[in-house]
Structures are given as structure tokens and as C-alpha cells.
């Protein structure tokens, strides 16, 4: 449909074109003299004149026969007589055709018998004179006098392009519009000066949106940005995904390019949980399991599937040697007895010559320092300080426990 509606207008506008002038000769009779003037004038009446102009293509010897392959016109009638000097308004001769600079011209004179100009009777020729000349086009009229054998004839004459023809030979045509077929002014040469927004060699392509991607996007006016099918965005720059992409991203339309973490055909799936949700707390350590899972591991001090509850670490019993836990945050400390020292009072400072072994409890040297005690039947700990308590079982069943007065075989 658009390419039948531009050939009709290309039609259209070359029909105008043939239609139209492409210039025009124009030439005035300022004075006409002859001698044989009177002859033709009878009874003391003033004669009635006009004038015929006859364009050739030019001739080294200039025939007056025609055809007038330029063009010819008549003037109006004008009165004389013998006394008078006849003269004319422009003689107007349009072309439709390059104008060439170099012509024949001829201009007769007739005597008019009727109302109307006519040169169909020879017997009412008065005078025929011509001329090879050359005329470029322009507004200035050039000045000329041709003398026959009898006659004396004064006139100017000149070449102008027709409106919306231009150049040297009237051969460029511009006319200005704003419409479907294009948007331009003409200068004085002819050439076409585009209207705002409007480029191209009729004018006819119109300026998108600046920065409007040449590829991605068009528009059917100035200044807009309308995007092809599977790209988007203020400049048609961005593609479009892949319908339901959710962390994805595309270089070309329809793409679903995964970003990293995330996995499916609409990355939908999350492959670091870790990553993008960041769930274990309090400096713990985040483990991908599978899509969606992981596993939180705790600090020292921090329990729970994401490490968000703090425990006290004297629940574990850290402190050894009878050395008394006191927490802390996310630590504890120990408070160590005498002869005992380190984090959880496990190193001794004290050697079997302090006697720190209780209740006849045996003490022994270690080779790499500090000492062992071999404690006595009923007693335990570390020094022997501790002692063991047989009922705290319940181990009769059918009496009453006592100890260290009975044993547990005796019930």
C-alpha cells in the first residue's frame, strides 16, 4: 500500500512538472520606424499594428520559414502612422524545455485589419527582421536594435525561469512542501533544504529521537523512537527476555541468560542460597546444599539452623581441675585452684613434691611435666579429693543403703 501511494505520488508530481512552465522569453517593442509605413496606411487613418516573435534553435544563416521550434507568440494591436513610433508590452514566449543560451529570433511586424491579430494574410506583412543571439537566464534585460532596408527597430528582452524552475537553463525543479511526499524549502539554486527533523534526498526520512538505536528502533515522525519487535527501552536498546525470566538477563531477544546463583529455564532457581539471601547470623559459615538449602555453621557461642541463638559455653564444662566457668560473650573463662593455670586449667604448676594428692592418694611424676595421683578405694578426682558415694545408685533393692559401713554386696 505505501509503495502503490509513493508511486502514484511520483506520478502526480511528474505530471506537474510536464504541466508547468519551465520559463519564459520575454521581449518589448520600444520603437518601430519604417519608411513604408504610409503605404499601408490609407486615407489619412492611423494604421493598427502588432508584432510576432519567432524562437528557432539556432542557425548559422537564420530562416524565417517555420516551424518555430522555440515557441512563438503575437503582440497586442497597437496604433501608428507615419508620423507615430509603434511600440509594444511584453511579448511573452514560454518553454517547457532546457533553455540552450544560444537561439534565433525573428520579429515581424503586420498590419492589423480586424479586431483580432492575424498573420494568415502575407499581403499585410510589413517588415520581418532576424537574429542569432545568445541570452543566459536572468533578470536583466538586454537592449538591441535591428535595422533593414527600411525600418529601425529599438527592443529589449530577457529570460526568467518559471516559479518552482531554476539554475542556468531552468532545468531544476523545486517546489517547497511539507506533506507524505516531502518536507523542504528550495534555495536559489534549486537544491532542497530540509525542513527541522526531515532528512534525505526528498526529505522524506524522518530524524528519530538522539541516540535512538539505528537498528532496534524507527520512526514515522521527528523526534520519536519506536521499537522492533523484541526490544524495548527509551532507545530500543534493550532486548527483551525470554517471557517469565526472573533473574535472568539477554543479549538478543527472547535470551534467559542466568544470572550467577540462579538456575532453570526462567532462573527461577536459586543455586546460592547463601549468596543471594545471606540467612546464617552471627559471623557463621554458609554452605550451599542444593537448590534453595544450605547449612549455617555456628561460632563458638551460637546455636540454631541459622546461628541465632546464643548458648553459654559453661554448659560444656571447659574448665578442668576443679576450676569454677563464668561466660562470657561468644567466650568463657576459668578460674583455675591453686597450682593449676591455662585456658581451661588443665595445665599444673605444682609437682609431688607439694603433696597435692588427698586422702593417702599415691602421687606420680610425669616425664613431661606435672603429676598423676593413684587414688585410694572410695575416692577419685584428679587429686583425690572427691569422694565416691556407692548409694547414690540405689543399689539395694530390698534394704536400705548405707555407706562406708556397708557395701554394695552386703545388701
Known amino acids: 500500500m505505501a509503495l502503490r501511494l509513493l508511486f502514484t505520488g511520483f506520478l502526480a508530481l511528474l505530471c506537474a512538472q510536464l504541466a508547468e512552465l519551465a520559463g519564459v522569453f520575454e521581449l518589448q517593442v520600444h520603437s518601430f ?53 509603434a511600440t509594444s508590452g511584453p511579448i511573452r514566449v514560454p518553454f517547457h524545455f ?15 485589419e480586424s479586431g483580432e491579430p492575424s498573420t494568415e494574410d502575407a499581403q499585410r506583412l510589413i517588415s520581418r527582421l532576424a537574429t542569432r543571439r545568445r541570452l543566459a537566464v536572468g533578470e536583466d534585460w538586454s537592449q538591441d536594435v535591428q535595422l533593414g532596408d527600411q525600418s529601425e527597430l529599438r527592443y529589449s528582452y530577457h529570460v526568467t525561469c518559471d516559479e518552482h524552475y531554476y539554475g542556468e537553463s531552468c532545468s531544476e525543479y523545486c517546489r517547497p512542501r511539507d506533506d507524505t511526499f516531502g518536507h523542504y524549502t528550495c534555495n536559489e539554486l534549486g537544491s532542497r533544504i530540509c525542513l527541522a527533523g526531515w532528512r534525505g534526498e526528498y526529505c522524506s526520512e524522518p530524524i528519530c529521537l538522539p541516540g535512538c538505536s539505528n537498528s532496534h528502533g524507527y520512526c514515522e515522525k521527528p523526534g520519536e523512537c519506536k521499537c522492533r519487535i523484541g526490544w524495548q527501552g527509551h532507545l530500543c536498546d534493550e532486548c527483551v527476555r525470554y517471557p517469565g525470566c526472573l533473574h535472568g538477563t539477554c543479549v538478543q531477544p527472547w535470551q534467559c541468560t542466568c544470572q550467577e546463583g540462579w538456575g532453570g529455564l526462567f532462573c527461577n532457581q536459586d543455586l546460592n542460597y547463601c549468596t543471594n539471601h545471606s540467612p546464617c547470623k552471627n559471623g557463621a559459615t ?25 548458648t553459654n559455653e559453661c554448659d560444656s564444662n571447659p574448665c578442668k581441675n576443679g576450676g569454677s566457668c563464668n561466660d562470657l560473650e561468644n567466650d568463657y573463662k576459668c578460674t583455675c585452684p591453686q597450682g593449676f593455670y591455662g585456658k581451661n586449667c588443665e595445665v599444673s604448676a605444682m609437682t609431688c613434691a607439694d603433696g597435692p594428692c588427698f586422702n593417702g592418694g599415691t602421687c606420680v611424676e610425669k616425664r613431661i611435666g606435672g603429676y598423676t595421683c593413684h587414688c585410694p578405694m572410695n575416692y577419685h578426682g584428679s587429686n583425690c579429693e572427691k569422694r565416691i558415694d556407692r548409694c547414690s545408685n540405689n543399689p539395694c533393692l530390698n534394704s536400705k543403703c548405707s555407706f562406708p559401713l556397708c557395701s554394695v554386696s552386703s545388701c
Not at 499601408?40 to 528557432?56: A, D, E
Not at 532546457?98 to 492589423?112: D, V
Open 33 to 85: 520606424t519604417t519608411s513604408s509605413l504610409w503605404s499601408f496606411c490609407h486615407g489619412g487613418q492611423p494604421c493598427r499594428l502588432f508584432f510576432r516573435v519567432c524562437l528557432k534553435h539556432a542557425q548559422a544563416v537564420v530562416s524565417p520559414e517555420p516551424p518555430c521550434t522555440f515557441g512563438a507568440a503575437l503582440s497586442d494591436i497597437v496604433p501608428a502612422d507615419r508620423n507615430a513610433v
Open 98 to 112: 532546457k533553455w540552450p543560451g544560444t537561439f534565433s529570433l525573428i520579429i515581424e511586424s503586420w498590419r492589423a
Open 286 to 310: 554458609c554452605s550451599n546444599t542444593g537448590p534453595g538449602s544450605y547449612t549455617c555453621s555456628c561460632r563458638a557461642g551460637f546455636a540454631g539452623t541459622k546461628c541465632e541463638m546464643e
